[in-house]
Structures are given as C-alpha cells and as structure tokens.
C-alpha cells in the first residue's frame, strides 16, 4: 500500500501539526467526515420516523453498520448495541454482568487496565459482596472462585501480551467470563468475539466520529440478563398498572436517540479500515516504532520505558516532568500525551509518570523527525546535556 495516499486522507494532518496522540483520539478519513455532513444535510431524521423515505434510509444504516460490525468482530448483529463510547461499553457491561455475580466470587482485573475497565468492577463488587484481584498474571491466577475477567488485548500504556485462546480456554474451564477493553487494539489487530464474552470499543479509536461507542455482549450471556437502561424505542408496551415489557431485541439496550451521524460515519470507518492491508499495516507500524525508538534512544536524558517496536512509546527525560514535556511539544505543535493515560494503577508500578507517543498509519518518519527536532530546540529547558 502507499502510505502517502493513505496520509492524504486525513484532512486533519494538513494543519502543520505533528499529531502522535492516536491513543487517545485516532484521526478521521475524509470519507467519515464527509459521511457525517451527508447525514445533517441529506438525512437529518430520527429513525423512530420510520415510516417515511428518509426514516427508512436512516433505520436501514444502522442495521448494516451493525451488521459490519458483528462481521468485524465475529458474532451476530444480535449481540452488537451502539452507545456513547468505550467507557459507557464497560459500566453498561458491569451492571449486565452484575446480575450473574454472587457473594466471594472474584472479579480479576489486569493491573494495567484503563479506569473505565476497573471502578465499574470495583463498584459492582462492594455491591455483590465479590473480591477484587489485581493481577499480572491473569491466566495464572485464574481459579475456581473466578466469576470475571477484564482485561484490555491491547493496553493504552505498555505491550503486555496475553494468548486470547489460552486466556478463554482456561476461563471456561472455571466457568469464568471474560471481558475484552478492546479500545486500542480495535484498529491494529484482529478482535474476535470467539475469545470473549463481552468487547467494548470506540468509533474514536476506530478511524470513527467521537461520541459512538461499540458492546458486543454473548447471546448467551444476553439469554440469562436483563436491560439496565429504560426509554424510547426499547419498550414494548406499558399496562395500566405499571408493568411494562422490553422489546425482544437488541433495541432494547439502546434507549433513547442513537448517534445517527455517529453510525454514518462509523460505517465509512468500517469500509476505511476494511480496505487496509493488514499485513502492511503491522509491518509498516513496526518498521516506524523501530526508527522513533532509535531516535529518541540517540538523545542525551531520554530513557525508553517500552519496547522497540511498539507502536506505543514510553518514555520520560531526566530532571523534567512529563507534564513540561507535552506542554512543551503541545505549544510546539507536537501532540503527545503525559501522565498516566487514565489507568491510574500504573502509580503502584511506575516511579514516574511519562510521555506517551502512539503511532498509527498516517504518521511517517517526517513526523518523528519534527519530534526530534523540537526536543533538541529544548535545549536547557528540558535538561539536555
């Protein structure tokens, strides 16, 4: 594949900015953008509206883009439900979950997982009764007193790899169930509901519109629990003294107003990454990991806490804090990320907290060039030898 085309794509990159930051926010193809102003101003109308010209188009978009995404991941269109993002995925996918915890069982969680795949368990725990585990050995330190898994295939800070068909094999054999934050790994490497019982992720991390977010939960886990948000479009019927019932379908977990322009969007996504070679992207995000990481090792003070070759780098300078480090580059038009990227357990691992670059397909070594560049215009600033 070309990777200059690919980069002509993205609109965003135009604005003479060097954008390392696609761990938090990954950039969006014109043909998302475009597929977003199509939907407010060629078919701005709520599918409830069903029974009109547009209403139809509208409805019929979601249903493909579900359909998409549970061919994406692997599972059926009854088992996908849109929401607001990944952090609304997994505290939606808690309180389901919740339903089939009981007193002293334990609920493990990767110690590097994001908060958003940790309070929500945390929670539901001291409300059960359950036992929190922190781990960093999750296939090992699973046993027969284990209800649940969360954990990330691909954490937003360092690389640790987990065998997914180890990690299941051994679930299912306590009967456990496995929950996958899947929100970094979505748009590098291969998710498949065939390894988990529920995944959560973002259009944003997707090549996708901010504000939509992706569950996928099991039929069968769907089978055994009921809705935990009520409204319009999920309802079937209320009787004069109060009982209702939910729809029999996935609709039922999706109250209210979905984000339509969000699911035009998303679906332009889904045809974006679809069309990428696989192969060259892993090979081509390696290759560049590798230089950066090469770079960054050749300046005086800079200490590398990660990998060569991942497509996220860590890293941290002598006598600087992180937070002067992206304020720095930031006002330099360098975007970066410092701190601890929202996993707020890395305090009991890390000493420090660090700068963060994440790389992604549209970058090239041009960028981390700049990157380069501008740390050693730091000069005494940043405490260069």
Not at 226 to 239: E, Q, R, V
Request: with cysteine; net charge neutral; proline share 1%.
């Amino acid at each position: 594949m070309n990777q200059e085309k690919i980069r002509e794509k993205f609109p965003m990159l135009k604005n003479d900015i060097i954008f390392l930051d696609s761990g938090a926010l990954v950039q969006k193809p014109i043909q998302v953008i475009n597929a977003i102003n199509d939907f407010y101003t060629k078919y701005s109308i709520s599918n409830r509206t069903s029974d009109s010209e547009l209403g139809i188009i509208v409805g019929q978009k979601i249903d493909k883009t579900r359909k998409m995404t549970a061919d994406l991941l692997e599972c059926s269109e009854e088992e996908i439900m849109f929401n607001s993002g990944t952090t609304e995925g997994l505290n939606y996918c808690a309180q389901l979950f919740s339903q089939l915890i009981n007193e002293d069982d334990e609920i493990l969680i990767s110690k590097f997982n994001h908060s958003s795949n940790m309070i929500p368990w945390i929670e539901i725990a001291k409300e059960k009764k359950a036992k929190i585990i922190f781990s960093d050995d999750i296939i090992n330190d699973i046993n027969s007193k284990t209800k649940i898994i969360a954990y990330a295939q691909k954490n937003n800070s360092f690389n640790i790899q987990i065998n997914a068909k180890e990690l299941f094999e051994k679930a299912k054999k306590y009967y456990a169930f496995i929950i996958n934050d899947a929100a970094q790994a979505i748009s590098h490497e291969k998710v498949s509901a065939k390894y988990c019982d529920a995944i959560a992720f973002s259009s944003n991390k997707f090549f996708g519109p901010t504000g939509l977010g992706i569950l996928y939960v099991s039929k069968n886990i769907l089978a055994k629990v009921s809705a935990k948000k009520y409204g319009g479009g999920a309802i079937d019927y209320i009787n004069k003294i109060g009982n209702w019932k939910a729809k029999n379908s996935i609709v039922k977990h999706e109250p209210g107003t979905l984000n339509l322009a969000g699911i035009f969007g998303f679906y332009e996504a889904i045809i974006f990454f679809n069309s990428l070679d696989k192969k060259w992207m892993k090979e081509y995000l390696f290759d560049l990991s590798s230089y950066a990481y090469d770079k960054l090792s050749s300046l005086d003070n800079v200490k590398i806490v990660s990998c060569k070759g991942d497509s996220i780098i860590l890293f941290e300078i002598k006598n600087s804090t992180s937070q002067d480090v992206a304020s720095y580059l930031g006002h330099n038009n360098v975007y970066v990320r410092s701190g601890l990227f929202c996993a707020q357990y890395l305090n009991h691992i890390i000493e420090n907290s660090l700068v963060r670059i994440s790389l992604h397909i549209y970058n090239n070594k041009q960028d981390i060039d700049k990157l380069i560049e501008v740390l050693k215009r730091g000069g005494d600033f940043l405490d260069f030898i």
